[in-house]
């Protein structure tokens, strides 16, 4: 970290769960239908339920309460059972970082899951002009082990629910003051108009259709027109290449698609992708050519992480252009971010421009990445936390310690 970013918290933020908040399950994340369920046994009449859900759903997805005692149109006693019974607990923040970009990181902390340990995952904030983009974690860790990735050198610890997907959007829009009645921190650097969070990525931590139905959920919640209301153009789920569930994801969640392609030959990219073994270029280009919905207006982002000497030759930007004709695609081309103990380093910006060039001349605009956030390890693929699987053996033990607890960088 450069002295010029700033650590604007360490432990501070909303306060920690209480020990009654983790008994109680969390409403935020849970369908319609769920939370109908939620309010039934909370005893709400049949016949009350439909406008109680509604009700509920605005408060928590448009209002961002984070308290039922907030519900001013909610009954004073229902308000008291359900805070006895459920919880609107965001993830508790560990820390969070600031770039000298505006780039915000958080890290944050999810209670236990059954017997093993809380854990923790980062979600980064990248404001510019027009828009603010949420990076969100789909898993504590990840199980493919990508050679330039630094989450894929953390094992998978598991994956995040859809309340701790939807917990990081709801978490980032209330430290930004997002939401209606609520507070921008002095001096926080966010778009200029419209939304403070406009866009979400899923190219946090972890591959997203390797944990699909909560990914699904998440998303679905995220683009509710009655609640976070994003539309489905401003929703990007990256993956590395999950061929059997990018149809899924298409015709599922309806959301934008982005590709971690990273190489033109197998045998390259069996390297850097290893998932590239199981489903080689060949089979994951054609399910993006059958992408439900694909268009023009509605492109494939294409991913390619640029390697000093390893991926970045001319050759291979014209083997690029090559293999991607009649997919509308877009091409992204991001300047290898460099982590502790990295086997690889960044292509120099003249072998980049080059490559771009090449990608230009065949229609494709404005290929480069800036990076952001470099000086708060919160760029693409910087992300790790030190979470930790456990071994069968802490399993057992694991509710009699108390959480790891990490420092910030
Ligand atoms: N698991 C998903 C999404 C998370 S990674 C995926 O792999 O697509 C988000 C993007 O960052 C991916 O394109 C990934 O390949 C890229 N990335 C990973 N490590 C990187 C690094 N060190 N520098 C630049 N980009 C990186
Ligand atoms: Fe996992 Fe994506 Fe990193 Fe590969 S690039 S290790 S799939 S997070």
Redesign the pocket.
Known sequence: MTSTAAIVSSGAGRRPPALSDMNRPSLIGMTRAELGEALAEAGVPAKQIGMRVAQLWHWIYVRGAGDFDQMSNVSKDLRQILCERYSLALPQIVSEQVSVDGTRKWLLRFPAEGAGRPVEIETVYIPETGRGTLCVSSQVG?T?A?T????GTQRLVRNLTTGEIVGQILLARQQLGDFPDAQTPTGAIVPGTGRLVSNIV???????LFNFDNVKQGLLIASDGEGISLSKRRITL???GVVPMIERSGKEIGCML?I?L?GVRDDLRDEL?PINKKWPIAELLAACRAYPGLSNAKRITF?Y?MLRGVNDSLAEARELVRLLKGIPAKINL??????PG?PYACSDWQTIERFAEVVNRAGYASPIRTPRGRDIFA????LKSASERLGKSERGQAEAFPAKTTAPL
């Open positions: 990840c493919l990508c330039f990735c630094h989450t899923m190219m946090g931590m972890g591959e997203p990256s993956t590395s982005a971690s990273h992708v991913e992480v991001i300047p290898f971010n460099p982590w990295s760029a693409c693929g910087q």
